[in-house]
């Protein structure tokens, strides 16, 4: 009964998040599943890409995933491409565990995981269209455990949407 009622906790979970998902592309190239995923600026959720980002403003990206298999060391990463160029976006957090709300590593396979991370692109960048590529890499396996991508236009404002 009990694992009755965990399964029907993470369906309605998920079925919670997918209704107000950001709609974003899967990761070519890359092993890692393509999970539910939300972009968004104070409380307002991006349906569809391309999603605008505020210089200085804080944005969230909220994954929510059922484990593929077991992980115990990850790391996030953001890869950032533009007008032909592509670099990763420095995050601050070596460790992907620390931004898992409901749950804790190691992980096991088929658990539900939600990841959660803070991003605020500082004001010195220019007004630009971008394309993100987010992935969480299990560091042993030296893989992608989730990965997914959008476009986002960078604006300037002085100040932060509602």
Known sequence: MENFLKQL????????VAVSATKMSSCTNSKGIYPNATYSINSYVC???????????????DVNFQSPRYFERVKPNIHASCMGV?????????NACVGFTNTQCPVVENE???????????????????????????????E?????QWD?????SSTCPP
């Open 9 to 16: 906790l993470i369906f309605y979970a998920t079925a919670l």
């Open 47 to 61: 349906e569809a890409t391309p999603c605008t980002c505020t210089l200085g403003c804080e944005s969230i990206i």
């Open 86 to 94: 592509e670099l990763d976006y420095p995050l601050n957090q070596d």
């Open 112 to 142: 539900f995981v939600n990841y959660q991370y803070k991003l605020t692109i500082p004001s010195i960048f220019a007004e630009v269209t971008v394309t993100l590529r987010f992935s969480i890499i299990d560091e042993d396996k030296n």
């Open 144 to 148: 992608d455990v989730v990965c997914f």
């Open 152 to 156: 986002i236009n960078v604006k300037k």
